[in-house]
């Protein structure tokens, strides 16, 4: 008969406490399910504001981006800020001379559009270009459109083609290139030299010009602008994050008939989809 010593009891006492403690202790420093996560800044900052009072107040004090933002607000209006498009147009213009490149380009589509002003193409492809050198892709693609349609400006179909490819290399989104394409497919030397100059601008994007016809047009920065009176302050609320700006259509593209040599054209002149 073989007789089994049982272990001491204050042993599996002991042995229970030094392999739960080590347990214990790693829970108390973990953190609780329920603790609200930690937001992580993938660009090594945030905006100051945390709600419409305070961005009015960072606008007021001519922080660039709070100027954009409130701005873009400005143009349609809201909850909390009511629409104000010549006020809107001061404070982008802000924006725009503090580096903010999309508000270049919604000051183009502002003068574009007579969104509060009277219609000036020439200021909206001067406004257009300081975004294109910016990369904003969608400024990219209106300046090609505005030179195949001739809004504005002399039709020159090697200098747009050249600057729709260059926004779709960007990222905007388009069947203009195609349509620009077929219109040219009788001139393929036209279309070579659009390529040509598309690589040329790629090359040197911030410096960029925009040929008109015979006429190069330089764009150092944008136009000399006023100061935006101090917007008014309302009580403050809550104001959820901003959505990114929506691009709206610069509108459809006009060309005209068949060019020398004639090629096989559809009926109506293609329409130019500007990136949403």
């Known amino acids: 008969?073989?007789?089994?010593?049982?272990?001491?009891?204050?042993?599996?006492?002991?042995?229970?406490?030094?392999?739960?403690?080590?347990?214990?202790?790693?829970?108390?420093?973990?953190?609780?399910?329920?603790?609200?996560?930690?937001?992580?800044?993938?660009?090594?900052?945030?905006?100051?504001?945390?709600?419409?009072?305070?961005?009015?107040?960072a606008a007021a004090k001519g922080d660039p981006q709070a100027c954009f933002e409130l701005g873009t607000r400005m143009l349609e209006g809201d909850n909390e800020v009511r629409a104000d498009l010549t006020q809107a147009r001061l404070l982008l213009e802000k924006a725009a001379a503090g580096g903010v490149a999309d508000a270049s380009f919604r000051l183009g589509k502002i003068y574009h559009d007579a969104r509060g002003v009277s219609r000036d193409y020439a200021k909206a492809l001067d406004y257009y270009t300081v975004a294109a050198r910016r990369g904003v892709p969608e400024a990219q693609h209106n300046i090609g459109a505005m030179l195949v349609s001739a809004r504005g400006v002399k039709r020159n179909y090697v200098e747009g083609l050249a600057w729709l490819l260059v926004a779709e290399k960007s990222g905007?989104?388009?069947?203009?290139?195609?349509?620009?394409?077929?219109?040219?497919?009788?001139?393929?030397?036209?279309?070579?030299?659009?390529?040509?100059?598309?690589?040329?601008?790629?090359?040197?994007?911030?410096?960029?010009?925009?040929?008109?016809?015979?006429?190069?047009?330089?764009?150092?920065?944008?136009?000399?602008?006023?100061?935006?009176?101090?917007?008014?302050?309302?009580?403050?609320?809550?104001?959820?994050?901003?959505?990114?700006?929506?691009?709206?259509?610069?509108?459809?593209?006009?060309?005209?008939?068949?060019?020398?040599?004639?090629?096989?054209?559809?009926?109506?002149p293609p329409t130019l989809k500007s990136p949403p």
Do not use: Y
């Open 172 to 268: 905007a989104a388009s069947d203009a290139v195609v349509r620009v394409r077929d219109r040219l497919a009788r001139r393929p030397q036209d279309i070579a030299a659009a390529e040509a100059r598309a690589q040329e601008l790629l090359a040197d994007l911030p410096h960029a010009t925009v040929v008109t016809g015979r006429t190069l047009i330089p764009v150092v920065g944008p136009p000399k602008i006023a100061e935006p009176a101090a917007p008014v302050i309302a009580q403050p609320l809550v104001q959820p994050t901003v959505p990114a700006p929506m691009v709206n259509p610069i509108g459809p593209l006009q060309m005209p008939g068949p060019i020398s040599p004639p090629p096989a054209l559809p009926p109506t």
């Open 1 to 57: 008969m073989i007789i089994r010593r049982l272990p001491c009891p204050l042993c599996v006492f002991v042995c229970f406490c030094l392999g739960l403690g080590p347990l214990i202790a790693a829970n108390k420093n973990s953190t609780p399910v329920d603790e609200a996560p930690q937001l992580i800044s993938t660009t090594g900052g945030r905006p100051s504001w945390q709600n419409t009072k305070e961005l009015k107040a």
